[in-house]
């Protein structure tokens, strides 16, 4: 089960993907039904990472990997995320939990 929020985040690539909920996830086709290749991820709030290359009937099934990020690489791909996206004082960005790092992305859309 996975704990919303979550990020996708596409190999070799800087941009994520801010996931709101279950409802988001289930509504957009562009997030269900892309095709994901076997090193993009899907991280939860809760840090665990799932593989987003299972599909049933068209729709992707996310598959938790048994993986999980911790906090300090999370950030360092939301910093990244910011200054792709033209934010400023980057090296700031701080949040004391994977939620909180998590509202930075949503606040970058």
Not at 74 to 91: D, E, N
Request: hydrophobic residues 40%; contains cysteine.
């Amino acid at each position: 089960m996975i704990n919303w929020p979550a990020i996708i985040n596409h190999t070799d690539d800087a941009e994520l993907v801010y996931v709101s909920d279950n409802e988001q996830w289930d509504g957009d086709a562009d997030l269900n039904s892309f095709e994901y290749i076997a090193t993009d991820r899907l991280i939860d709030s809760s840090g665990r990472i799932f593989n987003m290359t299972d599909r049933e009937e068209g729709v992707v099934k996310p598959k938790a990997t048994g993986d999980i990020i911790e906090l300090k690489v999370i950030l360092g791909l939301v910093k990244a995320h910011a200054a792709q996206s033209g934010s400023c004082c980057v090296a700031k960005l701080y949040a004391p939990t994977i939620r909180e790092a998590y509202k930075i992305v949503e606040s970058l859309v």
